[in-house]
């Protein structure tokens, strides 16, 4: 969709295009408050500074739309867009039956250390990438993961809306 169109749905419409990018309601409510944008890069811009201040609950909540690495379904019953942006970001990632065990074992042990999925942007990684992150992460204190988790969801919501918004 064009920046203008975007600049003239109606809240329930714009607030949709947002939700796919990332559920977080303040982030959805300080852009939409700030529409009509300019230029892209001034609405990018919005995005990335909003997504600075979100707070831990916030995102905890936001997981809840992203599916664990190497599976198809989130915990939550996710949008036609969501799914095609889910797909798309891990439909790349190639792995063989070893590294899909990997993964999923490290799923579980980040899951176990840290109550919540493994959260990384996946776009541009390969498998074996994702695994290394993962196993890395995995020695991360909670307080770093936080931050860790926070990054990465920024970069997926980020990545969504340029893809949306172009």
Same mark, same amino acid.
């Given at each position: 969709?064009?920046?203008?169109?975007?600049?003239?749905?109606?809240?329930?419409?714009?607030?949709?295009? #947002?939700?796919?990018?990332?559920?977080?309601?303040?982030?959805?409510?300080?852009?939409?408050?700030?529409?009509p944008y300019q230029f892209k890069q001034q609405l990018y811009q919005a995005a990335l500074a909003q997504a600075q201040t979100w707070q831990w609950?916030?995102?905890?909540?936001?997981?809840?739309?992203?599916?664990?690495?190497? %599976?198809?379904?989130?915990?939550?019953? #996710?949008?036609?867009?969501?799914?095609?942006?889910?797909?798309r970001e891990q439909g790349q990632i190639q792995t063989d039956a070893v590294l899909q065990l990997a993964l999923y074992q490290g799923n579980l042990?980040?899951?176990?250390?840290?109550?919540?999925?493994?959260?990384? *942007?996946?776009?541009? *990684?390969?498998?074996?990438?994702?695994?290394?992150?993962?196993?890395?992460?995995?020695?991360?204190?909670? %307080?770093?993961?936080?931050? %860790?988790?926070?990054?990465? #969801?920024?970069?997926?919501?980020?990545?969504?809306?340029?893809?949306?918004?172009?």
């Amino acid at each position: 969709m064009q920046l203008e169109t975007f600049n003239q749905l109606n809240s329930v419409e714009a607030s949709q295009v #947002l939700q796919n990018c990332v559920h977080i309601p303040t982030w959805m409510s300080e852009l939409l408050q700030q529409r009509p944008y300019q230029f892209k890069q001034q609405l990018y811009q919005a995005a990335l500074a909003q997504a600075q201040t979100w707070q831990w609950s916030e995102i905890y909540s936001a997981l809840a739309q992203h599916p664990r690495i190497g %599976e198809k379904k989130a915990a939550a019953v #996710l949008s036609e867009k969501e799914q095609q942006f889910s797909q798309r970001e891990q439909g790349q990632i190639q792995t063989d039956a070893v590294l899909q065990l990997a993964l999923y074992q490290g799923n579980l042990d980040y899951e176990h250390k840290f109550g919540h999925i493994f959260l990384i *942007r996946a776009a541009g *990684r390969s498998g074996q990438q994702i695994l290394s992150e993962l196993q890395r992460r995995l020695e991360n204190t909670v %307080e770093q993961e936080q931050v %860790e988790v926070k990054q990465q #969801l920024s970069e997926i919501a980020l990545l969504r809306l340029q893809q949306e918004i172009q």
